[in-house]
C-alpha cells in the first residue's frame, strides 16, 4: 500500500504522457499499445529505490543481473507481435522477468504463457501481477529457449532474451499464421520477426537491440 500510494505522486500522469510523447517520437504508432503503456504503473515492477525512475525510457536493474526491459522495445515488441490486431488468442513470453512485458501484453491476450529460468524473479513477478488483477497468465519456472511444448501451439511468441541463433522449439511451437518477436545474437544483436505461414516461415530483421542472453538451464 505504502508503495503504491507513494508512486502516485511520482508517477503523475504528466510524468506518464511524457513517456508517451517520447514513444511516438520514436515511432511507435499503435494507439493501443501506448494506452496500456500510459495505464500501467511501471514504478510498481521497480524495487523502491529506482521507482522514481520507473517513466524515463530506460532499462533498469531488476536483481539477479537482469534488467527490467526499456519501455521503447517493451513498445515495439509488442506492436510487431500484434501486427495491426487488437487481440491475440494464446501468447508464449520467454523471460518474465519482472512481469513489465507481461503486463503489457496481457490486456491484448487470451492468455499468456510465461517461462522464466530464475525463481526468485519469477516469484516476484507472479505476485505483483496477481495484484494487479491478472487472471489470464500463467507462469512456468523453466528454461523457456524450450518453448512451453504442452501448451503450444501459439500465436504470438515474445522472447526478451536473446539466444545466438534462432531456437527451432519456439519455431515448432509457432502457429500457422503466427508471429515470433525475438532478439537475436551475441555481442551484436537484432530484434527478429518470423512469420509462420502454410509453407514455412519468413524472417525480417528490424533493428539492433541490446538484449540480456537467452541462457541455458533453471535457476532455483
Ligand atoms: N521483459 C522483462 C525482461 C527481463 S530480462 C522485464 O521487463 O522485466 C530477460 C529475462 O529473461 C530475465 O529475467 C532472464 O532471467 C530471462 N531468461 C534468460 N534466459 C532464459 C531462458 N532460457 N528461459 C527463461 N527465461 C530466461
Not at 543481473?65 to 507481435?81: C, D, F, G, H, K
Request: no cysteine; aromatic share 6%; net charge positive.
Amino acid at each position: 500500500m505504502q508503495t503504491s500510494l507513494s508512486g502516485i505522486g511520482m508517477t503523475s500522469m504528466r510524468t506518464r504522457q511524457r513517456l508517451i510523447t517520447r514513444l511516438m517520437e520514436q515511432g511507435i504508432r499503435d494507439m493501443h499499445v501506448l494506452d496500456v503503456v500510459r495505464a500501467t504503473p511501471r514504478h510498481l515492477f521497480l524495487d523502491e529505490a529506482l521507482a522514481h525512475r520507473a517513466y524515463e525510457d530506460t532499462a533498469l536493474p531488476i536483481g539477479h543481473n537482469q534488467t527490467l526491459s526499456q519501455p521503447y522495445i517493451v513498445a515495439r515488441m509488442t506492436e510487431l507481435l500484434l501486427n495491426g490486431k487488437t487481440s491475440l488468442k494464446r501468447v508464449l513470453e520467454v523471460g518474465t522477468g519482472s512481469g513489465y512485458q507481461t503486463a503489457i501484453l496481457a490486456p491484448f491476450a487470451e492468455r499468456v504463457f510465461s517461462v522464466e529460468r530464475i525463481r526468485p524473479l519469477q516469484d516476484k513477478a507472479k505476485i505483483r501481477l496477481r495484484e494487479l488483477g491478472f487472471r489470464n497468465v500463467y507462469f512456468k519456472h523453466a528454461d523457456g529457449g524450450f518453448g512451453w511444448p504442452e501448451k503450444g501451439p501459439f500465436d504470438a511468441i515474445l522472447s526478451a532474451a536473446a539466444p545466438e541463433v534462432l531456437p527451432p522449439e519456439l519455431l515448432e511451437q509457432l502457429a500457422v499464421g503466427g508471429r515470433l518477436v525475438i532478439p537475436v545474437g551475441g555481442v551484436r544483436q537484432q530484434l527478429v520477426v518470423v512469420d509462420r505461414h502454410e509453407g514455412g516461415f519468413s524472417e525480417q530483421i528490424v533493428e539492433a537491440v541490446n538484449f540480456v542472453p537467452l541462457l541455458k538451464g533453471v535457476i532455483a
